[in-house]
């Protein structure tokens, strides 16, 4: 199955010039998402995690069913002052500002496996920040993964990790 044909692109949104890659038509469609579920689970399972961690907002919904899917822990990657409790977090770099990830202060232990998955890699830097965040909470991450890359925007690059997308647009 092409998991293509179930990606629709939105042009002009958020903004004009962009070109979205809407998953809401793969999430809908029961098979092709029962089969990007299970290519993800065949691509990440050789990194033997313990925990998978998904980062806001559209990553949970690709890394919440595949930990259950694995029979694994999820850990969320969040927004600032999203999580109750004591969190730790960092801020990194975008294009044009800053932004900041956080996660609750217990959600992993130190040594843990953890992939970190999302819906789409872009440029690489919430990626990398979500990667870096987890490190210093003391875990090891043997991998990241997500349904779509953005090849052109180069953000593996950005990955000090290996790095596994299901589908690639070159432009």
């Known amino acids: 199955m092409d998991l293509k044909d179930h990606i629709r692109g939105i042009p002009d949104f958020p903004k004009p010039g962009i070109l979205f890659y809407d998953i809401s038509t793969l999430l809908r469609h029961a098979s092709a998402w029962r089969t990007a579920m299970a290519r993800l689970a065949e691509t990440i399972a050789p990194h033997k995690p313990d925990v998978l961690a998904g980062i806001e907002s559209r990553g949970f919904l690709v890394a919440a069913p595949l930990a259950l899917e694995l029979g694994l822990g999820f850990v969320m990657l969040r927004k600032p002052r999203k999580l109750p409790g004591l969190t730790i977090g960092l801020n990194y770099a975008l294009e044009y500002g800053t932004d900041r990830i956080e996660m609750q202060a217990d959600a992993v232990q130190k040594g843990q496996r953890v992939v970190v998955l999302d819906d789409l890699l872009a440029t690489g830097g919430t990626m990398s920040a979500g990667i870096s965040l ?35 647009y070159d432009s």
């Open 134 to 168: 987890l490190r210093q909470a003391g875990a090891v991450v043997p991998c990241a993964a997500c349904l779509i890359e953005l090849t052109f925007l180069k953000g593996r690059d950005r990955l000090d990790v290996p790095f596994e997308a299901l589908v690639a």
